[in-house]
């Protein structure tokens, strides 16, 4: 079928490497089994060669050592790739068997490749896969790829201080203290990680523990060194200097082992002035417990899985799908706006699947046999199954659904909305991480039913989906803007806030000059945090995490 390999190639195409900041750093390793010998006299030197795709063209990106004579080799080089959820990151890796002598490729003979996503394989954790010859037939060796997460900033640290013994600054009353935490940056700058409350009248202070990411506190280097200064507030912000300290993240840690830590507070012009001089006070750290903060691929590599369900408009707004006009017009060649919307975010999502079947339900439309309205029908007519085999077969059903039904009115979308919100809340009774569900709303127009989607998100908000929202056509697409959350916080016709923002709205018109790669990120960009803030609020570990936090890796 022609016109759904145009889809494809124009879903797939033009990635490149884009500047956005990466979600992570994953650290690949690679074995593989059976390679036939090179002759009967020696054992095969094999090198594995990582490339990337980039606008069509496979590029290196790094490779493994040369391991002499194996034919099942275990490689020690790690290969580091920079991982982006919103992207579809095609890899292939390359076997080669390097001649004696000589590491180049030029000379070596070619065993045989395995092409994939870093979507599958971090998805999965660990990949096995046949190699496959030129011709794409596959022998009888194979290669695995292991995926880890290079981490280590993303935790958080709970601190608690308190102090004992501070100068008194104030003629009529005792000094009313605060404390003050920088990070010494490498350039030789200081930035404030945080500023307790003030005591008032109080020479004793307890302060409030607080709560703050390893990364701002000390840029995840244990050893950076932390300045703490003490000062007596006052009404005109002519806060009176008490003393202050140095001390790091590392040296913090020792509480963790029951060892109460305290430090001198000094005031260096006393200390230079002043024979007797011993302190103006002591600071005492009462707690500092770490706090796992887990990332995305922790509950994916967890075995969390991405449900991914679609709802198409099938208004009269969208014009005849006979007519060539129309937003549902099937080209031979050339995809309408809602296959290109529908395959560039599905190409993403589908990694994340294990089953690759995926719910499509349609809205706005008079639908067979009695031709009554319906705002969330099967699009296969099967109520009971409404699942597509993959993304192809999520388009056939599409294009096989339109000459059944009548393009109707209006445009509402809080049925379907509730329908996946039925499904997440029996998977948020589990308690688990261990599925994610995924609603992408194809629609032409401004909805009709604003005041019950508002509801339906807010409802959604406390459950563990996030809705992506497309406009396509050349509507205009302002109102539909409220829904995210971006601007201000969505409330329920009651006033109730949404608990987190889940719902991104993009028009398509935005991106109708631009590869369906730039859409696809733009509205999955913001899924993994969505992700993350669920699980993490909710206190949910990922699953399996015994088995994946025996392996993981810290960065220094």
Not at 60 to 86: A, G, H, N, Q, W
Not at 281 to 302: R, T
Not at 354 to 363: R, Y
Request: hydrophobic share 35%; aromatic share 10%; charged share 25%.
């Amino acid at each position: 079928m022609k016109s759904m390999s145009n889809i494809y190639e124009s879903a797939e195409a033009t990635l490149g490497f884009i500047s956005s900041p990466c979600l992570a750093k994953v650290e690949l390793r690679v074995a593989s089994r059976g390679i036939s010998d090179r002759d009967a006299l020696s054992k095969p030197d094999p090198c594995v060669v990582l490339k990337m795709q980039s606008h069509g063209q496979w590029f290196e990106v790094d490779r493994t050592e040369v391991i002499r004579s194996s034919s099942s080799p275990v490689f020690s080089k790690i290969l580091l790739v920079d991982y982006y959820f919103e992207e579809v990151q095609r890899l292939r890796f390359e076997l080669h068997d390097i001649s004696s002598g000589n590491n180049g490729l030029r000379d070596a003979d070619f065993l045989g490749a395995l092409e994939c996503t870093l979507g599958q394989i971090v998805s999965q954790r660990k990949l096995t896969k046949a190699l496959l010859k030129q011709g794409n037939t596959s022998g009888k060796s194979s290669i695995t790829v292991t995926a880890e997460e290079l981490s280590g900033n993303d935790d958080y640290v709970e601190l608690s201080f308190s102090a004992r013994k501070l100068d008194d600054k104030d003629f009529f009353s005792k000094s009313d203290p605060f404390l003050e935490i920088f990070r010494l940056n490498d350039d030789g700058t200081e930035s404030l990680v945080h500023r307790t409350e003030t005591i008032m009248n109080n020479l004793s202070p307890v302060w409030k523990s607080f709560k703050v990411s390893l990364n701002t506190l000390c840029s995840g280097d244990h050893d950076r060194e932390l300045k703490c200064t003490v000062w007596d507030w006052d009404s005109n912000g002519k806060h009176d200097f008490i003393g202050e300290f140095q001390t790091t993240f590392k040296e913090m840690r020792i509480e963790q082992e029951g060892k109460q830590l305290q430090w001198e507070c000094i005031n260096p012009k006393y200390q230079m002035k002043k024979k007797n001089y011993r302190n103006s006070g002591v600071v005492i750290l009462n707690h500092c417990k770490i706090i796992k903060m887990y990332s995305f691929l922790d509950y994916i590599m967890g075995g969390c899985q991405i449900q991914f369900t679609v709802a198409i408009d099938f208004t009269a707004s969208n014009g005849d799908p006979r007519n060539s006009c129309s937003l549902h017009y099937i080209h031979p060649y050339q995809p309408n706006e809602y296959l290109k919307a529908l395959v560039a975010v599905g190409e993403i999502c589908q990694d994340y699947d294990s089953d690759k079947m995926f719910p499509v339900f349609g809205f706005g439309a008079l639908i067979p046999p009695d031709f009554k309205v319906s705002h969330d029908f099967a699009v296969n007519f099967d109520e009971d199954n409404p699942e597509c085999a993959g993304i192809q077969g999520v388009v056939e059903a599409y294009q096989n659904c339109l000459p059944k039904i009548q393009l109707y009115g209006p445009t509402n979308i809080a049925p379907i909305i509730q329908k996946v919100a039925l499904s997440a809340s029996e998977e948020m009774h589990t308690k688990e991480a261990m599925e994610y569900f995924i609603l992408l709303i194809l629609t032409d127009g401004v909805i009709t039913d604003m005041a019950d989607t508002r509801e339906a998100i807010v409802h959604a908000s406390h459950l563990p989906m996030s809705v992506i929202i497309v406009g396509v056509g050349n509507a205009d697409f302002t109102d539909m803007q409220i829904l995210d959350g971006d601007d201000g916080i969505l409330r329920s016709p009651k006033g109730e806030p949404v608990l987190r923002d889940i719902v991104q709205f993009v028009p398509f018109k935005d991106f109708k000059h631009a590869s369906p790669a730039a859409l696809a990120k733009s509205v999955l960009a913001e899924v993994p945090n969505q992700v993350v803030d669920y699980y993490n609020a909710k206190g949910i570990k990922p699953k399996c995490m015994s088995d994946y936090e025996s392996t993981r890796t810290f960065s220094p």
